[in-house]
């Protein structure tokens, strides 16, 4: 029998209510050491949504540090090339709050940062978003609403940082997804060079 939760009420009566120091660790204004871990993370989850409620979370990464902070309540994060599709960024126009989590490789916990964003083509600090010659022609800009450290138990318990449980090979290539799931006209040849060796090449262009 499928048990539907359908209430704030009952979901809290389920869970159990939260310490009072989870309640009370929100803030909107960045410490020094959010700053550190900023300057420390290599990679990024946005999570956006459009006006229809459509969902989507983007990885952005880059060399550690990648984040610019700007102030005490403002960060900014640089585009690098990508697919193009722009999902994420087509859900800031219609729907500014965004959802963000900074990882460091190696740590459980996480930095969770949600506020608003807008898109930017160009401002005075784009010249420090600079990565092997690629100046980004866009960031996302995020005024910080609610900031705070999340508790390390989801990275243990999938032990994510742990080799000896990865399986990297559990799935065929990534070429050799893309022609069984898309079916695209692409050879299977021609799929496996574009994602091979010469693929680094193609990060900032």
């Known amino acids: 029998m499928t048990e539907e939760i359908r209430s704030h009420e009952e979901l809290r009566e389920l869970l159990g209510p939260p310490m009072p120091r989870v309640l009370a660790k929100d803030r909107v204004v960045?410490?020094?050491?959010?700053?550190?871990w900023l300057a420390a993370s290599p990679?990024?989850?946005?999570?956006?949504?459009?006006?229809?409620?459509?969902?989507?979370?983007?990885?952005?990464?880059?060399?550690?540090?990648?984040?610019?902070?700007?102030?005490?309540?403002?960060?900014?994060?640089?585009?690098?090339p990508?697919?193009?599709?722009?999902?994420?960024?087509?859900?800031?126009?219609?729907?500014?709050?965004?959802?963000?989590?900074?990882?460091?490789?190696?740590?459980t916990d996480t930095l969770r940062i949600n506020g608003r964003a807008r898109l930017l083509r160009d401002a005075p600090w784009f010249d420090r978003m600079v990565v092997k010659g690629h100046r980004p022609v866009l960031a996302v800009e995020v005024t910080v609403e609610q900031i705070f450290y999340h508790c390390?138990?989801?990275?243990?318990?999938?032990?994510?940082?742990?080799?000896?449980?990865?399986?990297?090979?559990?799935?065929p290539s990534r070429a050799k997804l893309i022609k069984e799931v898309e079916?695209?006209?692409?050879?299977?040849?021609?799929l496996e060079r574009h994602y091979g060796p010469g693929y680094l090449g193609t990060l900032y262009r």
């Not at 960045?30 to 550190?36: A, N, T, V």
């Not at 946005?46 to 060399?63: E, F, L, M, Q, R």
């Not at 138990?153 to 559990?170: G, H, I, M, N, V």
């Not at 079916?183 to 021609?190: G, I, M």
Request: glycine share 8%.
């Open 152 to 171: 390390a138990k989801a990275f243990l318990r999938s032990e994510l940082w742990q080799p000896e449980t990865w399986q990297p090979d559990a799935l």
């Open 30 to 36: 960045l410490h020094e050491r959010d700053r550190q």
């Open 43 to 80: 990679l990024c989850l946005v999570a956006t949504a459009g006006a229809d409620g459509s969902c989507d979370v983007s990885p952005k990464g880059d060399p550690a540090g990648f984040v610019q902070v700007l102030d005490d309540s403002t960060i900014a994060i640089p585009e690098r």
């Open 82 to 107: 990508g697919n193009r599709r722009a999902d994420g960024y087509r859900n800031i126009l219609d729907n500014p709050h965004v959802g963000l989590v900074f990882l460091i490789p190696g740590r």
């Open 183 to 190: 079916a695209p006209a692409d050879t299977l040849a021609d």
